[in-house]
Nanobody, 120 residues
C-alpha cells in the first residue's frame, strides 16, 4: 500500500521560510514523478513543483520559481519542498503526490496535506 505523509507546514510571516517533507512508503515503481500541489480556499488546485525519475525537470510553477526548491533524498524515501521568501499568496494546503510519468499532472497517490499560512 502506497502512503505519502507530509509534515513541516505551519505559520510564518512574509519573507519567512518553511521546509515541507513527504515520506513515501510502499511505492515500488522505478519510474515515477513526485511533487507538490497546493490549494487555497476558493481556488483551483495548483501544481507547484515536480521532479521526475529518469531525467527531465524539475518543474516549478511560475509563481514559485526562484523561491521554492524541490529535492529528493532516496536513501530516506523522502521528498522535500524548501520554501523561501514566502508571500501571503502562498497560503494554502500543500499536498505531496506521486504517480506514473504519464500522469504527473494528476498523480494517483496523495498525502493528507499540510497547511501553510503566511501572514503579512
Amino acid at each position: 500500500q502506497v502512503q505519502l505523509v507530509e509534515s513541516g507546514g505551519g505559520s510564518v510571516q512574509r519573507g519567512g521560510s518553511l521546509r515541507l517533507s513527504c515520506a513515501v512508503s510502499g511505492y515500488t515503481y522505478s519510474s515515477y514523478c513526485i511533487g507538490w500541489f497546493r490549494q487555497a480556499p476558493g481556488k483551483e488546485r495548483e501544481e507547484v513543483a515536480m521532479i521526475y525519475t529518469g531525467g527531465g525537470g524539475p518543474y516549478y510553477a511560475d509563481s514559485v520559481k526562484g523561491r521554492f526548491t524541490i529535492s529528493q533524498e532516496n536513501s530516506k524515501n523522502t521528498n522535500y519542498l524548501q520554501m523561501d521568501s514566502l508571500k501571503p499568496e502562498d497560503t494554502a494546503m500543500y499536498y505531496c503526490a506521486a504517480g506514473a510519468l504519464s500522469h504527473c499532472h494528476n498523480p494517483r497517490y496523495w498525502g493528507q496535506g499540510t497547511q501553510v499560512t503566511v501572514s503579512s
